[in-house]
């Protein structure tokens, strides 16, 4: 009963119930007391979101536009790549299949939707005794929980990364008060 009133609540913030159209990762959480696979892993995937929500934060129309080439995706591609990452992070703690769906959201909706997978997920890898449960899910295949480390988890960081430096391209850098290292944002 636990588990389930603590899911309900992470999904009713993750979705901006009892929040002010507040999106999370303005900031990493504070870090919990003990050490434990969930709280690792939850903080692996708050790392993520922070890095997302300031590498996506006031992108113009140049900079979503902009590609280092024409095989290369746009910074809005590589969005909405990390989104479809973050469909499979979530997915996997809500114990949930992977299933394509075509969908058209804008970049702003994507941008908020992306964020709040990633909560959702952290929230239920943060109170999780056992993280292994989490699986990932494509058709009849289980993939254990460690390849959402190798796989979805650290690609999306990789992408983070390229549109940092997409938007240093287009003249459009990050704000210079985020420090990764604290996962705060200097006064």
Wanted: net charge negative; charged share 25%; with cysteine.
């Amino acid at each position: 009963m636990r588990k389930i009133l603590f899911l309900m609540l992470s999904l009713s913030t993750a979705f901006g119930f009892g929040q002010k159209d507040e999106l999370p990762y303005y900031e990493v959480p504070d870090y919990p007391e003990e050490f434990t696979a969930g709280t690792v892993a939850a903080r692996m995937v708050d790392a993520l979101g922070f890095r997302f929500y300031w590498a996506t934060d006031s992108l113009t129309a140049k900079d979503l536009a902009y590609k280092a080439n024409k095989e290369s995706r746009s910074s809005e591609e590589t969005i909405a790549h990390i989104y479809d990452l973050s469909k499979i992070i979530v997915n996997s703690t809500l114990k949930q299949p992977n299933i394509s769906v075509d969908e058209s959201l804008s970049y702003p909706e994507m941008r908020a939707q992306t964020l709040k997978n990633l909560k959702t997920a952290a929230d239920i890898l943060r109170e999780s005794e056992d993280i292994s449960e989490y699986k990932i899910i494509f058709g009849e295949r289980e993939i254990p929980f460690w390849n959402q480390v190798n796989g979805p988890i650290a690609d999306a960081i990789w992408h983070c990364g390229q549109i940092v430096i997409y938007r240093r391209t287009t003249g459009n850098p990050i704000n210079p008060k985020i420090s990764h290292f604290s996962g705060k944002v200097r006064e």
